[in-house]
């Protein structure tokens, strides 16, 4: 049906197709702008959080900066250099803002208050300038702030570093998207009204300040990893996210041992992700995984930040520990050939570092495979009493495990369904109960 | 996601000249970047096709020629491998590289394949 007319294009189709054209253009240009917003937002708010001196402020300079891109760019193009266009244009805000805010600590001062608010600001335009990696690290400090709750720190974290949306940090998290909102905005004022400073702490208070940082990212991590709820795709993100996020703060702290041990334990981890979940959702526990499912890349990355925290004096760091453990099961190709007895060593390391029951159980299992199933069970049973194990689901689990394995069937039913009542977990709760199954029948059998 | 970067300088990588040392300290501040951003995971040059091999499958038959090839301009001289979270993202990073030359190709790696 090509006739002739058909190929002339009347004004009204050259009009839709410019709209089109266009359209198109501004949809490209904005997914350029998210990408750089991405790559940008934690710099750019951390020099505006220098200059204005809250995160709150800082966060809606560059959020007016992102509008101004979005107004801008899908006609004017993406400028040479975005990030540089983005804080220019918040700068300017951020000057006025500043030269305002002056003017009214002078009337307030001529009022005879004292304006203690932001000594600090003297030159707007330097104190933007300044290192940007030291600019990064003290955004990082101040959203770790242990005056914080953890929830708060993480949201904040994600939002201003990671520069996630609310909706994203709200999806990876599994809370409705008011909720985090709400988190996020409380986490800003409660930082103001504690008068948190925008620095980076030094001396003994840094040990606390860096430690309250790496928490919050190992946080991150886990969340993504140990969940094995919600939708598949955003968890492994979280993980992602924080390795990420570990990976940064290392360069910025390269000479902290633990920030290395922290990326170690997070990449060894994150090497087993498409190993520990079965293809119907299930979980695979580590000797039974599929090592050559494994990626090495992160493992020979997590084995490379575990020798540089090592080699700056940092091997017997909590996180430094415990990516040794896991290096352990990285570096044997079979799960026969783990090496149980450095294992048992780096637990005592751990238990004296930090004792805690759930320590003792890792390590009474580690013992059962380096020194046979008796010996760990003795270290089980003394745990038997332990009050904060009561309702830990793992205590029975560990003992069901080594009473099959010294061929007491009958007992270690017992414990594999009192282990199956105990887990909240309903994925966890059937591999247990196959587990107590199986034992029914080597009883039966035996 | 991940993604892999691949440089095709052309011929620039069989020809043997050396990249300026201020070519090379633009480069190694713009990887630097990437790496203090937390985007690299590894990166290798490879060496001219003149050094390299190829091997080809007809059937049961396979066949080893030496380089150096015809094909420069498919030719790659080096990669990257980048965490992003984006293909966007990995061209805003890409559109950043200090070169004057040559065409980079940003191709997703599929997961879940193994190693």
Known sequence: MAGPSRSVRSPST??????????????????????????????????LTRAVGDIATAEELAQDALVAAL??????????????????????RAT??????????????????DAERDQQVEDPDAAIDEDVGDDLLGLIFMACHPVLSKDARVALTLRVLGGLTTEEIARGFLVPVSSMAQRIVRAKRTLDEAHVRFEIPRGPERVARLASVLEVIYLIFNEGYSATAGTDWVRPALCEEALRLGRILAELVPTEPEAHGLVALMEIHASRLDARVGPSGEPILLLEQDRALWDHLLIRRGLAALERAER??????????????????????????????????????VAQLAPSPVVELNRAVAVGMAFGPAAGLDLVNALVAEPSLRAYHLLPAVRGDLLRKLGRSAEARSEFERAASLTENAVERKLLERRAAECAAEGMTG | MRVMVLAKEGGQSDTATPPTPEAMAEYQKFNEELVKAGVVLGAGRLSPSSQGKRVRFEGKKRTVIDGPWAETKELVAGYWLWQVRSLDEALEWLKRAPYDGGTFEVREISQHEGA
């Open chain 1, 14 to 47: 050259r009009a839709r197709d410019e709209a089109f054209a266009i359209e198109t253009a501004t949809a490209e240009a904005h997914r350029a702008i998210e990408a750089i917003w991405r790559i940008e937002s934690a710099r750019l708010i951390a020099g």
């Open chain 1, 71 to 92: 107004e801008q760019w899908p006609t004017s193009g993406v400028p040479e250099r975005p990030g540089a266009w983005l804080m220019g244009t918040a700068k300017h």
């Open chain 1, 96 to 113: 006025d803002l500043i030269r305002r805010r002056k003017t009214l600590e002078r009337k307030y001062e001529e009022l005879g208050r």
């Open chain 1, 312 to 349: 700056l004096g940092g091997a017997m760091g909590p996180y430094a520990l415990q990516a040794a453990i896991a290096a352990c099961h990285a570096r044997a190709a079979t799960a026969a050939e783990t090496d149980w007895p450095r294992i048992v060593a780096l637990y005592d390391a």
